[in-house]
């Protein structure tokens, strides 16, 4: 079984409406940076959980950003690469409340 299948897919967030066209790496919105738990592997859609996946945390590390998204239904999280075209002022937000913490 392959660990990743490129998927290329438009979709509207289901957290804030925003229309997102896909490239077959897009994973997450890149408004308000929320994504939906539907890979076991990337890009099988093959979880059946469906949850949104809330942004909690993000962090620098060996040179690039990533984001980890919490799954609201079922808990799991998930350690993504940030995107060039992600909204930086959603970022610092998430940066600040874990700071504040």
């Known amino acids: 079984m392959r660990k990743f299948q490129r998927t290329i897919e438009d979709f509207v967030c289901e957290n804030c409406g925003e229309e997102v066209k896909g490239s077959g790496y897009t994973n997450h919105c890149p408004n308000c940076l929320w994504s939906k738990h539907v890979d076991i592997n990337p890009g099988d859609r093959a979880n059946p959980c469906g949850g949104l996946m809330k942004p909690v945390d993000a962090y620098f590390q060996s040179q690039q ?37």
């Not at 980890?68 to 959603?90: A, P, T, Y």
């Open 65 to 101: 950003w990533y984001l980890i998204h919490q799954c609201q239904k079922c808990g799991k999280r998930f350690k993504i690469k940030i995107s060039e075209n992600d909204n930086l002022e959603v970022i610092k937000g998430i940066i600040n409340d874990k700071s504040k913490k």
